[in-house]
């Protein structure tokens, strides 16, 4: 059993940290580069030194740092950067929620278009107001002559997510972006899932070679620019390549429930992720799992408190992939002013899970409350 635990933590590690953010980097479109980040983290969010980018952290973490129990609240983003000189946009936020005795995860979507009062943020210079939680990232990524810092950005979404939800302590960040997705997926060999619904892409052909365009949405200034034949995924099971798993995890539109669907697959695909990592065909075959491991250390950007990935391996070593438990929060509706559409909002009783997750009860949360777990999984 021991071996069994060595031979498994490294590939968890990197696993446990990405398990959310693999996949839902999917719902941003294309990246060009990826990063490979290890930056100092705080444990609360409101202190201004959240996922500052010094990588020297790495090498010398801080000498006094509590150790990795239970229970564990993670911030996981997916990012849309093209460079420094281009605002960054997280256009998915999850959250891993993992209880006192370290036994399982609890995975939740916001709503990319979730409308939030985002604070004020001296270092970018915003001075405060409401919007689309999407765009924190970017408010809070300018550091002046036309540069973004998404490191810096993330400070100012980590601040807006403990304004929503009251969750005041992240133990752990992370940001992936799409060329981290593809990578990871590529080193798996393609992944094996469930299509809960029939799914056409907004994007590619049945080839996977994209879409033909709109003459006049040349300036991307169309919402739906693209025309001809689509890809289609069909209801069922599959072993999906990693552009086919990167394209379907994207699709949003003509889908009954909108993003709302869009999170459930990519929360199915989070799960299904875990579960193949964790086969006999990855971690007892050397030259897939140190693809793997490095395809996930060439495309994240993580802060585990002061910890190396290691300890956190060995923290989560524990945690049952078959019992992760993805969440779906209900909308409650489109928010608007004027009669103008300002964003989405959800149901009242999202602050009761909410402050169930503040105080480590959502096993018992949800057996009130049910129709919060994707049964779909």
């Known amino acids: 059993m021991a071996k069994s635990v060595k031979r498994r933590a490294p590939l968890w590690a990197r696993l446990s940290t990405i398990f959310g953010t693999v996949l839902i980097v999917a719902s941003v479109g294309t990246v060009a580069g990826a990063q490979s980040l290890i930056s100092n983290y705080t444990d609360a969010v409101t202190d201004d030194t959240i996922f500052e980018a010094d990588p020297a952290h790495a090498a010398a973490p801080p000498e006094e740092k509590s150790e990795i129990k239970g229970p564990l609240n993670m911030l996981l983003v997916g990012i849309d950067p093209r460079d420094t000189n281009t605002a960054p946009l997280s256009d998915s936020v999850i959250l891993a929620h993992i209880p006192a005795d370290m036994s399982t995860v609890y995975l939740f979507s916001l709503p990319r278009d979730l409308y939030v009062d985002i604070p004020e943020f001296s270092k970018s210079g915003f001075g405060g107001g409401s919007g689309k939680i999407n765009s924190a990232m970017s408010l809070g990524s300018r550091v002046g002559d036309g540069k973004y810092s998404t490191s810096q950005g993330f400070q100012l979404l980590a601040k807006t997510v403990t304004?929503?939800?009251?969750?005041?302590?992240?133990?752990?960040?992370?940001?992936?972006?799409?060329?981290?997705?593809?990578?990871?997926?590529?080193?798996?060999?393609?992944?094996?899932?469930?299509?809960?619904?029939?799914?056409?892409?907004?994007?590619?052909?049945?080839?996977?070679?994209?879409?033909?365009?709109?003459?006049?949405?040349?300036?991307?200034?169309?919402?739906h620019p693209y025309i001809g034949v689509q890809k289609v995924y069909k209801k069922g099971t599959y072993h999906l390549q990693a552009w086919e798993a990167l394209d379907y995890v994207r699709q949003r539109y003509g889908l009954p429930n909108g993003d709302y669907d869009r999170q459930r697959h990519q929360q199915q695909f989070v799960k299904a992720l875990a579960k193949q990592a964790m086969s006999k065909d990855v971690i007892t075959s050397p030259s897939k799992l140190m693809k793997v491991m490095s395809a996930a250390g060439d495309s994240l950007t993580f802060s585990g408190g002061g910890h190396t990935v290691l300890e956190w391996a060995l923290a989560l070593r524990g945690l049952n992939v078959d019992d992760m438990t993805?969440?779906?929060?209900?909308?409650?509706?489109?928010?608007?002013?004027?009669?103008?559409?300002?964003?989405?909002?959800?149901?009242?009783?999202?602050?009761?899970?909410?402050?169930?997750v503040r105080e480590d009860k959502v096993a018992a949360f949800l057996l009130d409350h049910p129709e919060y777990v994707n049964l779909q999984n």
């Open 163 to 223: 304004g929503y939800t009251g969750i005041k302590k992240f133990d752990a960040g992370a940001i992936v972006n799409f060329g981290g997705f593809k990578k990871i997926v590529e080193a798996m060999d393609g992944v094996t899932m469930t299509i809960d619904q029939d799914v056409k892409s907004e994007h590619l052909k049945p080839d996977g070679s994209g879409r033909d365009r709109l003459a006049r949405c040349a300036d991307h200034s169309c919402d």
């Open 326 to 356: 993805t969440i779906k929060l209900p909308g409650g509706g489109r928010f608007s002013s004027g009669g103008k559409y300002l964003g989405e909002e959800l149901v009242p009783s999202t602050k009761e899970f909410f402050q169930a």
